[in-house]
Every structure is written in C-alpha cells, then in structure tokens.
C-alpha cells in the first residue's frame, strides 16, 4: 500500500509541475529559424490565393521543426509550425523558416497571423517594402506586432 501512495504522489506532482510550468518560447531560436525567403516579388505574393498556392510543408519537416527545438508536446499542448516569414510575405517552406509556435499562453499564433494581414496589407498597398517588411518579422516579430497592433502577450505580461 505504501509504494502505490508514493507512486500516487510522484504522479500528482508531475502533473503538477507540468501544469506550472512556464509558457514554451514565443520567439524563434534565431540560429535554429533565421527567417528563409523564396524570390516572390511583390506581385506574386499580393496575387489572390499565392499563400494558399505556397503552402507545402510535410509532416516530416514539422516533426523536424519540433525536433530542432527539442519539443515534445505534452498532452493537451499544441503547436502551430510556423513560418516566420509568413509565406504572404514570400517566405520559404524550409527548416530555416520553421519554428514550433505555441497556440496557448503570450504571443500566440494567431497575434502573428493578425501581424501578418497587417504586414500584407501594407506590402500590398505600397506603403512597404516586402523586404523591409520580411526583414522586421524576422528581426523581431513581437516588436513588430508592437507597433501596428498595439499591446498583446496578454496572458503573463509580456
């Protein structure tokens, strides 16, 4: 009876220590994701369906993102493998372009979609240029978010 508590309790705190554990990285690994780009020009990445025409990353090279940064979702835990150079801002399908971004916890993957539409937008109606646009999502994309959004990464202050 003693070892099934002890098993009982080992099991609690794990749970409990994932539970508590901090929010994974929002921010990619800039030696792991550097931010590729294909040779998409202005007017193919604003032509109508581009993304949705680029878009091809295999399951493999999504478990290699996650490999590369030593994730292993836990139960419950969900990624978005994402571009970070979106690809409607000409950004390519390789590793040096992917990276695991948590759904869950500060700066999701949706407050760097709404970054994207943003950057697009812009791109699109020639207020910048892509590759100005590219280089600051890639420099730094919470920052970007920053300035044409507003706040976000609301969930643990940011």
Not at 66 to 72: D, F, K, N, Q
Not at 129 to 141: G, V
Request: glycine share 8%.
């Amino acid at each position: 009876m003693t070892a099934k508590i002890v098993v009982t309790a080992a099991v609690f705190a794990a749970l409990h220590a994932i539970s508590a554990a901090p929010p994974r990285a929002v921010r990619p690994d800039p030696r792991l994701t550097p931010g590729a780009a294909t040779n998409a020009t202005t007017a193919d990445v604003c032509r109508p369906g581009y993304a949705r025409q680029a878009r091809s990353v295999p399951a493999s090279l999504k478990r290699q993102a996650l490999a590369e940064y030593g994730i292993v979702p836990l139960p419950g835990e969900r990624f978005e493998i994402d571009h970070l150079v979106p690809l409607e801002l000409g950004g390519a399908n390789t590793l040096a372009n992917l990276w695991p971004q948590p759904y869950a916890g500060a700066w999701t993957a949706g407050e760097k979609d709404r970054l994207e539409n943003a950057l697009h937008r812009e791109v699109c109606a020639g207020q910048e240029p892509l590759s100005d646009a590219q280089q600051e999502i890639r420099a730094d994309w919470i920052g970007a978010y920053t300035r044409r959004c507003g706040a976000g990464g609301h969930l643990y202050g940011y």
